[in-house]
């Protein structure tokens, strides 16, 4: 699932290339993508107006419109963002034709396409008329950005204390932090020699500092690598990520780990496939909640 490196490498490639567009068109293929909205209402709601700006919130886009309305997108699992791509995509489910004013005037225009795919179907995308509403749709979901200095340990310790649930767990929670995934959570924990299974309230401040620490540098290697692409992630023209080529321990099993040489390991932790190096991040004492979370993968 494209995690907040991923959405910001899109948000940074498609930025500049689709501020002060017009929408001409707009096709909604599938309708599960803006259920429960109406294809039809939301195809009319984003006709003829004009991209003002293109963001990112967590693991979310956020298309800014003229007049005040948003289209708020999510990629989840498999969702793709193609540029004016040659031909349609397969798993086809929107496709927006923009248009600007072509720089030889007399009132031509330049067009083209924007398609968005979904081989699972998953990826979801609403219309807010007002973006107020959209402000508090999105306080009411998520945490603060991790890469923000609003984010602080002492913020993350005050929101983990008390908290027997795995670290890992906490940090998937999008209410706790936005953005973060399956892939910079276990880079985030080992980069901090923190166990995934740790129950999140006995973490230190120190160690709350440290886990702040890690998951910006992973974060932050994952941008520069424009995001890793395990599975269906890719550039707004079909060019896969390269960070998946970087990873320390994520779908790594049976690798050395890049800190000790010793096996890297892949346990089940708040139900994902989690990596650890069990050196580099001591397990929690048996008999905690953490402990119990973790149980080693089935081989695949
Ligand atoms: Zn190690």
Not at 118 to 141: C, K, N, Q, S, V
Not at 150 to 178: E, I, N, T, Y
Not at 236 to 259: M, T, W
Request: hydrophobic share 40%.
């Amino acid at each position: 699932m494209p995690e907040l490196p991923e959405v910001e490498t899109l948000v940074r490639q498609l930025r500049p290339l689709v501020r002060g567009a017009r929408i001409e068109r707009a096709s909604i293929i599938d309708p599960r993508w803006c259920a429960p909205q109406q294809p039809a209402a939301v195809a009319a709601a984003l006709t003829g107006l004009r991209i003002e700006e293109l963001s990112r919130r967590g693991k979310y886009l956020i298309w800014r419109l003229e007049g005040g309305r948003c289209l708020l997108q999510h990629l989840r699992m498999t969702g793709v963002i193609l540029y004016d791509p040659p031909q349609l995509p397969a798993h086809l489910v929107a496709v927006l034709e923009l248009s600007w004013p072509d720089a030889r005037g007399a009132g031509a225009r330049r067009r083209l396409r924007l398609a968005v795919s979904d081989a699972r179907r998953f990826g979801t995308a609403e219309i807010f008329d007002d973006p107020r509403a959209l402000e508090r749709h999105l306080a009411w979901r998520l945490g603060p950005e991790p890469l923000e200095g609003s984010f602080s340990a002492a913020g993350l310790k005050a929101a983990l204390r008390g908290r027997r649930a795995p670290v890992k767990a906490l940090l998937l929670d999008q209410r706790l932090v936005a953005g973060v995934g399956n892939i910079y959570a276990d880079e985030a924990l080992f980069r901090a020699g923190i166990h995934p299974a740790r129950a999140a309230g006995s973490l230190t401040l120190a160690q709350c500092e440290a886990l702040l620490q890690a998951l910006r540098e992973a974060l932050l290697a994952g941008v520069s690598a424009r995001g890793a692409s395990i599975d269906d992630f890719r550039h707004i023209d079909g060019v896969r990520g390269s960070f998946q080529d970087r990873f320390l321990v994520h779908r790594r099993a049976g690798q050395p780990c890049p800190a000790c040489g010793g096996q890297i390991e892949k346990l089940r932790v708040a139900g994902r496939g989690t990596y650890v190096c069990a050196r580099c991040q001591p397990p929690p004492r048996r008999r905690s909640a953490g402990a119990r979370a973790a149980r080693p993968a089935p081989e695949r």
